[in-house]
Structure formats: structure tokens, C-alpha cells
């Protein structure tokens, strides 16, 4: 199958192109690993395929709204705030 013809139908199936997929798909698993591990970001960008710290913040605050570091900062306050409330 060509990309030609695979593309409209991945975004018929799926609401999103191949590559607007795998951004949100790569990022998800990025903040993921922000939020639920002590790794580095810089570990965490060559494990979810970016080149650089700074290519996996910038992909993160395209999907997210905010810098890797500050979706690492705001998961804490958040679950911090959780755990004062339990």
C-alpha cells in the first residue's frame, strides 16, 4: 500500500495522521516516565526516540502546553497534593 493511500485512511480510523499519532504516542510515554520515575529528561528522550533533551521538551510543550521539566514539576505538586488529602 502506497502512503499516498495509507495515510487518508489511517486518519479516517484513527483521527490523526501516521506522524501526528506517533508524536502524541511517543510524548504520552515520555510524560509517563516524567511523572513516574526519577530518570533523567535526557534519559527519557533517547528512550522515547528524541535526539536531545531539548527535542523532547519541545515535543512535550507542542502536545502538553509545558517544558518537560515544568509537566515533571506540576506531576509532583499534583501528587503531593493528592497524598495530603489521603
Given amino acids: 500500500m502506497s502512503r499516498s493511500v495509507f495515510a487518508p485512511r ?3 480510523l484513527v483521527g490523526a495522521t501516521p506522524v501526528e ?4 504516542l511517543r510524548v504520552h510515554s515520555a510524560s509517563r516516565m516524567l ?3 526519577g530518570r533523567t529528561i535526557a534519559s ?3 528512550t522515547t ?3 536531545s533533551e531539548s527535542a523532547l521538551s519541545t515535543a512535550i510543550k507542542r502536545v502538553m502546553g509545558v517544558s518537560a ?4 514539576l506540576r506531576a509532583a505538586n499534583r501528587a503531593r497534593g493528592s ?3 489521603s
Fill in 69 to 72: 521539566g515544568e509537566y515533571r
Fill in 49 to 51: 526516540g528524541y535526539g
Fill in 10 to 12: 489511517f486518519k479516517a
Fill in 21 to 24: 499519532y506517533l508524536l502524541r
Fill in 83 to 85: 497524598s495530603l488529602g
Fill in 44 to 46: 527519557i528522550a533517547g
Fill in 35 to 37: 511523572r513516574d520515575t
